[in-house]
Nanobody
Framework: VQLQASGGGLVQAGDSLGLSCVAS????????VGWFRQPAGKQREFVAA????????NYADSVKGRFTVSRDNAKNTVSLQMNSLEPEDTAVYYC???????????????????WGRGTQVTVSS
């Protein structure tokens, strides 16, 4: 499975931005896709996740009510819509996937099997 994230950029506080993650290869092997972010000098942290089939979602408390994760299986794409952005949301954002038939730990980056390259999101105050 290969993942390609895109959509980052520079926005102002209060603005919205959408990220996309396109999966290719053995997408039938995907159980869940997650978004993580890593602010400069800090550890990578969980943002949101969505099951590839069924669409169940989970969010970090820091983004609940502001971010929405969705998927379009026909396009093998998972999107992250980010509203009411804050300077604290500035980070490199990554999408990652967990393969099927393995123990699930979607909150930890160690629980993921496939990673895309990050995309920078910068929110100015």
């Amino acid at each position: 499975v290969q993942l390609q994230a895109s959509g980052g950029g520079l926005v102002q506080a209060g603005d919205s931005l959408g990220l996309s993650c396109v999966a290719s290869g053995r997408t039938d092997n995907i159980y869940l896709v997650g978004w993580f972010r890593q602010p400069a000098g800090k550890q990578r942290e969980f943002v949101a996740a969505i099951r590839w089939s069924g669409g169940t979602t989970n969010y970090a408390d820091s983004v609940k009510g502001r971010f929405t994760v969705s998927r379009d299986n026909a396009k093998n794409t998972v999107s992250l819509q980010m509203n009411s952005l804050e300077p604290e949301d500035t980070a490199v954002y990554y999408c990652a996937a967990i393969r099927r038939f393995r123990p699930i730990n979607y909150l930890s980056d160690s629980g993921y099997d496939y990673w895309g390259r990050g995309t920078q999101v910068t929110v100015s105050s």
